[in-house]
């Protein structure tokens, strides 16, 4: 997909929320959707269980409006994070601009983010795509449980963060870290567009 | 007497934004080529929008780059101040003295001009002066040229004449990327949204934004807590964001707000990395259209990318315009060396005429034919040396083997028919074999025929370009030269160019070049300063090694008897003795019989032989009618009628 349309004069940048199943992705497109005043963001498409698991995939439409001349928009997806859903996360991840990779910050979840992180680069791949190339962020949900349950970040950073990416601590029921990411994610992709070279 | 720079205001301090990025962009240029991009750049804009920060930025950078600069910084007032002071110490001169000496000029408040018609005078002496010198000019201004009042015309017309810039207020987004860099200057932190409610009022200047940031740091100072929005709207009077906020001012801390905030710091972080993303690329455009447009080039190519709005291209699109301008730099470089007049052509200064321009290229190219060379007949080989050429041949051998080093010009002179012309191309022609040689040798006939073709066609810098480039330069008959004025300027000035580069000069004439008639005293002068040898007439060993020569070249039976008999003939040169020869021969062939004493006795001493027009190849001489010799080697190969022809030795 083109980034940036210049003879449309439009910016369109497709996120994908990566990761392992109830980190808390879809916790922050509902965090951000809640935020987003109504004129600017289009209908959260989300399928889930009653028990409130992602099905298929989130999707946020949000319009930031004319930029510097550009119609401005962002799309944020998450994938479903069980592993039997692997279809549907490769489907989602076609074409995406940047990724967020959603950790659970929880000790006992830790090989999950592990396996979910390598599904992530072998599903780039499949695309054709470096995950070294693709703008990537991490985020490190759930900091608000008790000490004795989670990793702190420096632990999470030595066991899943290898590339020195940029990472935040989060709290996406709350809201913690939920813009502070969106906008890492946003100036990486927007930098690739600035180095000239569209990502075709 | 003048400010110094100021060290903080320099290019790294300034935040460019879209109002003032061309200022920024031909500050840059102007400090990068002082004096040759835009002079004068003349910058102007509302009080307290960065004149003086871009003025100082460009001395800095211009002083960074070639240290050894005479950079100026002062204010209208500053000059005319030192300008009273200076009349009334009655050192007028040396105060314009000074400022002319001045490399890059940095005059601020150029508007209090207004109503000092003195220093308008002054101003338009200094501009001027400092514009021939290929020194630079920087004026700001609070209003452009043409609004200073009672500013005299011809000042407007110079000030306008280099470049006019303004720089209008900045957006939002360059307020907010101010106030970060400011308040990250004083070492101070501000929640999220403080600087962007600053940013939000649209003060009319950066000063009164400088102000309100003031404020706002001196209120956090005081309370010694993290001001908030809040606040700051508080401080700096700005009307409550209640009206758009669904929360009484009670509940500020309501999701709502908070979550609106939170959007918008977004929407902020996002149009900031935006703006700079889009416009990376319209900078780059731009600054390659002044440094290109700056050196002279048409960037209409460039120009026509920022309406069109392809940017995937555009590094590759300023990359294939600068190769194409160094093509054209290439281009006319070569053209130049072979005709300075045509690499004035307009074609090598627009890149999109890359075709047209190596077209004109090849053409040059193509007319820059090397100047005539030596004959190839002529060889060092085939000269016959004897006791009367033996000074001659000398003096050609050490030409030859130090040429432009010992003997500068070498002139032989001689009577007709002696070999000077042999001689010459024969020199010519070994001077031709060492690296790189570019040998002219031709008559002075030729060299006046060719001179008046080229002020004919206007090409006379071609034809210059054409013989200064020859290592050597090889001229027949320079007694040919008298009367021609225009000719003899032409020699002369090649004549010094030659010297003085140590290049060879030969020429022949037929008596000594001081007992010539018509020719200038100067070039009289320093043919003498060389070596001036002189071939004498042929001795007999000469003239018996030459005959021998002859017969053989004739595949005539060497015969004792013909050749004593020959050389005993009365001849003034080689070429009569050619004719004889010839003469011999001939009849020899209409009687198809041998070449004999006895026959030569007959043709030579009785009624010379009637000889029927042949059209077979033969050496010899022709003398036209009028007893002049027309061809530039003095050689034909097809004989005239008989009528035409005078033998020489007869007459």
Redesign the interface.
Same mark, same amino acid.
């Given at each position: 997909m083109s980034l940036?349309n210049?003879?449309a004069?439009e910016?369109t940048c497709k996120i994908v929320y990566y990761g392992p199943g109830r980190s808390g992705k879809t916790t922050n497109l509902h965090y951000v959707y809640?935020?987003?005043?109504e004129t600017?963001r289009g209908r959260m498409v989300s399928l889930a269980t009653q028990t409130d698991r992602t099905l298929f995939f989130d999707f946020l439409p949000i319009d930031?409006?004319q930029?510097?001349?550009?119609s401005?928009r962002f799309q944020l997806y998450t994938v479903p994070g069980q592993v039997y859903y692997n279809a549907t996360r490769r489907l989602v991840l076609q074409g995406a601009d940047g990724v967020v990779f959603v950790g659970d910050s929880q000790a006992r979840q830790l090989d999950e983010n592990i396996e979910s992180l390598q599904n992530l680069q072998s599903n780039l791949l499949e695309h054709g795509v470096d995950v070294r190339t693709m703008p990537l962020v991490m985020q490190y949900n759930k900091q608000d449980l008790p000490p004795e349950l989670i990793l702190t970040l420096p632990e999470l950073d030595d066991a899943l963060n290898f590339r020195s990416v940029p990472s935040f601590p989060a709290d996406a029921l709350h809201?913690k870290g939920v813009?502070e990411t #969106? +906008?890492a994610i946003?100036?990486l992709v #927007? +930098?690739k567009?600035?180095a000239?070279?569209?990502t075709g | 007497m003048t400010s110094t720079l100021n060290p903080r205001f320099t290019f790294d301090t300034f935040v460019v934004g879209a109002a003032n990025r061309l200022a920024v962009t031909a500050g840059r240029t102007v400090a990068e080529n002082p004096g040759s991009a835009y002079n004068p750049l003349f910058i102007y804009s509302s009080s307290g929008l960065g004149k003086t920060h871009v003025l100082m930025a460009i001395g800095h950078a211009a002083k960074a780059i070639a240290t050894q600069l005479n950079i100026e910084y002062l204010t209208l007032d500053e000059y005319v101040e030192a300008f009273h002071a200076a009349i009334a110490a009655g050192q007028g001169d040396a105060f314009r003295r000074r400022f002319q000496n001045v490399d890059v000029l940095l005059v601020d408040d150029v508007q209090f001009l207004t109503n000092r018609k003195e220093m308008q005078t002054e101003l338009l002496r200094l501009t001027e002066a400092l514009q021939q010198a290929g020194h630079q000019i920087v004026l700001a201004s609070d209003r452009p040229p043409a609004e200073i009042a009672d500013l005299d015309e011809r000042l407007i017309s110079r000030f306008s004449g280099g470049l006019v810039v303004d720089m209008g207020i900045p957006d939002y987004e360059t307020r907010v990327a101010i106030l970060r860099r400011k308040a990250e200057e004083r070492g101070q932190n501000f929640q999220p949204g403080v600087l962007e409610t600053v940013a939000k009022v649209e003060y009319p200047n950066v000063r009164e934004l400088m102000g309100a940031l003031n404020r706002v740091i001196a209120f956090q100072a005081v309370n010694e807590a993290p001001i908030n929005e809040e606040a700051v709207r508080r401080v700096l009077g700005i009307p409550s964001a209640a009206a758009s906020s669904t929360a009484a001012s009670s509940t500020a801390a309501s999701p709502a707000a908070a979550?609106?905030d939170?959007?918008s710091?977004?929407?902020t972080?996002?149009?900031v990395?935006?703006?700079?993303?889009?416009?990376?690329?319209r900078a780059r455009v731009t600054e390659a259209v002044l440094r290109w447009e700056g050196e002279g080039y048409r960037t209409g190519r460039l120009e026509l990318l920022l309406d069109q709005?392809?940017?995937?291209s555009?590094?590759e699109a300023i990359a294939s315009y600068v190769q194409d301008v160094e093509r054209l730099k290439a281009l006319e470089a070569e053209v130049a060396v072979l005709d300075p007049q045509a690499a004035g052509d307009k074609v090598f200064r627009d890149p999109d005429l890359v075709a047209a321009a190596e077209s004109v290229a090849a053409k040059v190219r193509e007319g820059a034919a090397p100047p005539p060379a030596p004959s190839a007949v002529f060889t060092l080989d085939s000269y016959v040396a004897g006791p009367s050429n033996e000074v001659a041949l000398n003096g050609a051998r050490d030409v030859i083997g130090k040429p432009g080093k010992k003997y500068n010009p070498l002139v032989i002179v001689g009577q007709s028919g002696l070999g000077k012309t042999h001689l010459l191309n024969a020199i010519g022609l070994e001077l031709a074999k060492k690296k790189h040689a570019i040998v002219a040798c031709l008559s002075t006939q030729q060299f006046v025929d060719e001179l008046i073709a080229a002020i004919d066609g206007n090409r006379i810098d071609w034809w210059r370009a054409r013989y200064r480039r020859a290592t050597a330069f090889l001229l027949d008959d320079i007694q040919l030269l008298a009367g021609k004025e225009r000719t003899q300027e032409e020699l002369f000035n090649l004549f010094n160019q030659f010297l003085d580069a140590d290049r060879q000069l030969v020429f022949t004439a037929p008596a000594h070049p001081n007992t010539l008639q018509g020719l200038e005293e100067r070039i009289v002068s320093r043919l003498e300063g060389g070596l001036v040898v002189e071939i004498q007439e042929p001795d007999k060993e000469l003239k018996r090694s030459a005959l021998e020569r002859l017969l053989k070249s004739q595949r005539v039976t060497t015969d004792a008897a013909l050749i004593d008999y020959l050389v005993d003939r009365p001849v003034e040169s080689v070429r009569n003795l050619g004719a004889l020869v010839q003469r011999v021969v001939e009849a020899a062939a209409a009687q198809d019989g041998p070449v004999t004493a006895g026959l030569a006795r007959e043709v030579l001493e009785g009624a010379p032989a009637p000889r029927r027009p042949t059209g077979a190849r033969t050496s010899g001489i022709v003398v036209s009618s009028a007893g002049g010799v027309r061809s530039r080697e003095k050689m034909v190969w097809d004989w005239p009628a008989a009528a035409d022809r005078v033998i020489e030795d007869l007459r």
């Open positions: 940036v210049f003879t004069r910016i809640e935020r987003v005043p600017r930031l409006g930029i510097s001349g550009f401005t809201g813009f #969106l +906008k946003s100036e #927007l +930098k567009l600035a000239g070279s569209p | 979550s609106r939170e959007f710091q977004f929407l972080d996002v149009t990395t935006v703006g700079k993303a889009v416009e990376a690329w709005d392809t940017p995937a555009v590094d």
